[in-house]
């Protein structure tokens, strides 16, 4: 592959990652996508409801369109510092492989076919491009829902991008469900009405008997409390505190029973005219999955190999549970390998991308196969 597309690929995923696009506020980024797009002369280029920018890349017939997908947000704050570090081998900088080099990769596609000789001639239908919001934190995949709500089953299938993750062909949805769990007290002084109960208190109790629940390794299920807040100062009793709660199985029974358990711990924790304790369901990625021996995971798995990968067929949570829980075809793939993903240390790995692009562009031209 001629460096000077390698070079383009990533100063383009660089230009995507210098500017912010937390979860709900990717509007900037959004823009910049659809200013490329007209750049680009791409066809009935529109943005939705949700914020996902579409363009449509004209195939020679009339076969069912693919539709080729990369989320737009990250995890990080907007005041979050975006400096990238670069070299030879490697460029680091948060956001860079998840997913600004995934949405670069949707250009890709676009000058490959292009330039290619036999490209456009051997797409009997159309290529949609879609940048979409919403993937990251309690985004909840309401972008992709817009997407699949649009296309449905008349798009051939599904192709999800990733920065990284090279390798990987994600074909199962893994099960999430998230709460916010809410403590309130009447609070009081600390010194001055010692005795009364703190919010900050009794929902730690509530973590200490969530983190006891016993989890099965199979099938694979979690539990995290990632964020704790609550209270005014050091010397009040807490009146409130909240925490947000991630559950995750690989299997929907087990998570449904899962998130009965955390019901009923919240629950049995609420004491009237002393403490309410309540737990409000704030996002949720359904199941869903494609056999391994689907042609789709087969596909992406040769396409892997033809170009010294090895594949791993893999469970995930991505945008491609929003299909793969409707029965639609569906799978994740990655550009490139990296690492520290949803950290300031985040990097990607330059050399292998060749190799994950070449991978891209084969699956493009063998899904109407």
């Known amino acids: 592959m001629d460096s000077s597309l390698i070079d383009r690929i990533l100063d383009l995923a660089v230009s995507i990652q210098q500017i912010p696009a937390p979860t709900f506020n990717e509007a900037r980024r959004a823009a910049f996508v659809y200013d490329r797009f007209c750049e680009e002369r791409l066809l009935d280029i529109t943005q939705d409801a949700a914020g996902n920018v579409y363009a449509r890349l004209p195939g ?50 676009v000058w490959a076919l292009r330039s290619s000789q036999t490209g456009l001639a051997q797409l009997p239908g159309d290529l949609w491009l879609v940048a979409n919001t919403g993937e990251e934190g309690l985004g909840d995949l309401v972008g992709m829902r817009h997407v699949v709500d649009r296309f449905g089953a008349q798009a051939r299938a599904y192709l999800i991008l990733e920065g990284m993750a090279l390798g990987q062909v994600y074909h199962r949805g893994l099960g999430v469900r998230r709460y916010r769990i809410d403590a309130h007290t009447t609070g009081g002084h600390s010194w001055v009405d010692f005795g009364r109960p703190s919010a900050v208190h009794e929902l730690a109790s509530v973590i200490n008997r969530l983190a006891a629940i016993w989890l099965p390794q199979e099938p694979r299920t979690s539990l995290n409390v990632g964020v704790f807040s609550g209270g005014t100062s050091i010397n009040t009793i807490a009146a409130q505190a909240y925490c947000l709660l991630d559950l995750r199985s690989e299997d929907r029974k087990t998570l449904d029973a899962l998130a009965a358990d955390v019901v009923a711990i919240v629950q049995a924790a609420n004491h009237p005219g002393k403490v309410a304790v309540s737990a409000s369901l704030v996002g949720q990625r359904p199941v869903g999955a494609l056999p391994a021996s689907h042609p789709l995971v087969s596909l992406a798995a040769r396409c892997l190999e033809a170009h010294g990968i090895q594949p791993y067929p893999n469970i995930g949570s991505t945008d491609a549970n929003l299909p793969l829980s409707r029965g639609l075809p569906a799978v994740c793939i990655g550009l490139t390998t990296g690492g520290g993903a949803h950290t300031t240390g985040e990097f990607i790995d330059i050399r292998p991308l060749h190799q994950g692009l070449a991978q891209l562009l084969d699956f493009v031209r063998l899904v109407y196969s």
Request: hydrophobic share 40%; proline share 6%.
């Open 60 to 109: 020679q017939g009339s076969a069912a369109p693919l539709v080729v997908s990369a989320h737009l947000d990250t995890v990080f704050p907007h005041e979050t510092e975006l400096a990238i570090t670069r070299s030879q081998n490697k460029i680091a900088g948060p956001g860079i492989g998840d997913n600004s080099l995934g949405v670069a990769g949707l250009f890709y596609l």
